[in-house]
């Protein structure tokens, strides 16, 4: 297809409305994402953009999987799933922090918003860890949860009332560093009492 020419409008599609309503979300927050503001941006009615995506909801899913996309995989290394899982959480909350209010929808989602393939991937990473198959359906999205509702709190955190709680000096980061690690250490010493409980009586 020939590019358009000067003056010419490139043509509408479900990536260009995806890609703008990014842009929208990484200066003005997900509140700031609206049909009506994407189509301002693309140079169209409203009304145009409804033969690619049903509503605003589907919008902001789109989003949310791009800026998934863009993560890096969560997969174990050869300095182990601690590290690979300290990692993936941080990407990811810098990922989609960059979309204020991003964490926060996602949260209110069924399952986190999570398909079934992306949420299998997830537990088979902590199968693979060595985590009873139950716990690792149980360490998976609550690893998710906790990154979400941090995201939920930088989306809402009022400065002037955190410094006059005493804590206005400790930076985000340094509350996702200190949540990943207390996710983690949960996490690894309940692998460690699972480990426990199955071994063989008389083998230890």
């Given at each position: 297809?020939p590019a358009p020419s000067e003056g010419q409008r490139a043509p509408l599609s479900r990536q260009a409305i995806v890609e703008v309503?990014?842009?929208?979300?990484?200066?003005?927050?997900?509140?700031?994402?609206?049909?009506?503001?994407?189509?301002?941006?693309?140079?169209?009615?409203?009304?145009?953009?409804?033969?690619?995506?049903?509503?605003?909801?589907?919008?902001?899913?789109?989003?949310?999987?791009?800026?998934?996309?863009?993560?890096?995989?969560?997969?174990?290394?050869?300095?182990?799933?601690?590290?690979?899982?300290?990692?993936?959480?941080?990407?990811?909350?810098?990922?989609?922090?960059?979309?204020?209010?991003?964490?926060?929808?996602?949260?209110?989602?069924?399952?986190?918003?999570?398909?079934?393939?992306?949420?299998?991937?997830?537990?088979?990473?902590?199968?693979?860890?060595?985590?009873?198959?139950?716990?690792?359906?149980?360490?998976?999205?609550?690893?998710?949860?906790?990154?979400?509702?941090?995201?939920?709190?930088?989306?809402n955190l009022d400065r002037e009332e955190a410094r006059s709680m005493g804590i206005g000096d400790i930076s985000a980061s340094e509350h996702v560093e200190f949540g990943?690690?207390?996710?983690?250490?949960?996490?690894?010493?309940?692998?460690?009492?699972?480990?426990?409980?199955?071994?063989?009586?008389?083998?230890?």
């Open positions: 297809m309503a990014m842009r929208l979300a990484a200066t003005d927050g997900i509140d700031g994402v609206t049909m009506r503001s994407v189509a301002a941006e693309l140079g169209v009615t409203p009304m145009a953009l409804y033969y690619y995506v049903q509503n605003k909801e589907e919008l902001i899913a789109l989003i949310a999987a791009e800026a998934s996309a863009q993560e890096q995989a969560l997969c174990l290394g050869d300095a182990g799933w601690e590290d690979a899982l300290r990692r993936y959480l941080t990407s990811r909350w810098s990922k989609m922090r960059s979309y204020r209010g991003l964490g926060a929808h996602v949260i209110s989602l069924p399952n986190l918003g999570t398909e079934r393939e992306t949420y299998m991937r997830g537990v088979r990473f902590f199968e693979e860890a060595g985590f009873p198959p139950r716990l690792a359906r149980l360490a998976w999205p609550w690893a998710l949860t906790y990154l979400h509702g941090r995201l939920s709190v930088d989306a990943v690690d207390a996710v983690v250490a949960g996490l690894r010493s309940m692998l460690d009492g699972a480990t426990a409980n199955d071994t063989p009586p008389g083998s230890g």
